[in-house]
């Protein structure tokens, strides 16, 4: 994980950089609640289809991409969020070069 963020204001799309043939990632915030994780794929990479046992949003930042909830794709774009519910397979394709905000609560 990189430096916590400090209080303020912090541009979303800045928290991480996109890299060639590349998906990124940064890990912003970890506890025993959740975690929030930026990033950045390169157009055309994706993560194949899985499943996370947690309630998990997926906000869109920047550029477009395909994302797949329970063999449904949805085409998104910076400014959507996708809601990934526990225990249901999901998958992300960069349509274009894009961002993505991971938002994953964990149960108590």
Same mark, same amino acid.
């Given at each position: 994980?990189?430096? +916590?963020?400090?209080?303020? +204001?912090?541009?979303? =799309?800045?928290?991480? !950089?996109?890299?060639?043939?590349? *998906?990124?990632?940064?890990? &912003?915030?970890? $506890?025993? /609640?959740?975690? &929030?994780?930026?990033?950045?794929? $390169? /157009?055309?990479?994706?993560?194949?289809?899985?499943?996370?046992? #947690?309630?998990?949003? *997926?906000?869109?930042? $920047?550029?477009?991409?395909? &994302?797949? @909830?329970?063999?449904?794709?949805?085409?998104?774009?910076?400014?959507? &969020?996708? !809601?990934?519910?526990?225990?249901?397979?999901?998958? @992300?394709? /960069? /349509?274009? !070069? #894009?961002?993505?905000?991971?938002?994953?609560? !964990? =149960?108590?």
């Amino acid at each position: 994980m990189k430096k +916590p963020l400090q209080a303020g +204001p912090v541009s979303l =799309a800045e928290l991480v !950089r996109y890299e060639a043939g590349s *998906i990124v990632s940064n890990t &912003i915030h970890k $506890d025993a /609640a959740g975690t &929030i994780t930026a990033f950045a794929f $390169d /157009a055309g990479e994706e993560l194949s289809e899985h499943t996370a046992p #947690f309630e998990a949003f *997926i906000q869109v930042l $920047d550029g477009a991409a395909e &994302i797949t @909830v329970g063999g449904t794709k949805h085409a998104v774009e910076a400014g959507q &969020i996708v !809601r990934l519910p526990a225990n249901v397979p999901h998958a @992300v394709r /960069a /349509a274009e !070069r #894009f961002k993505m905000l991971l938002t994953m609560l !964990r =149960a108590q």
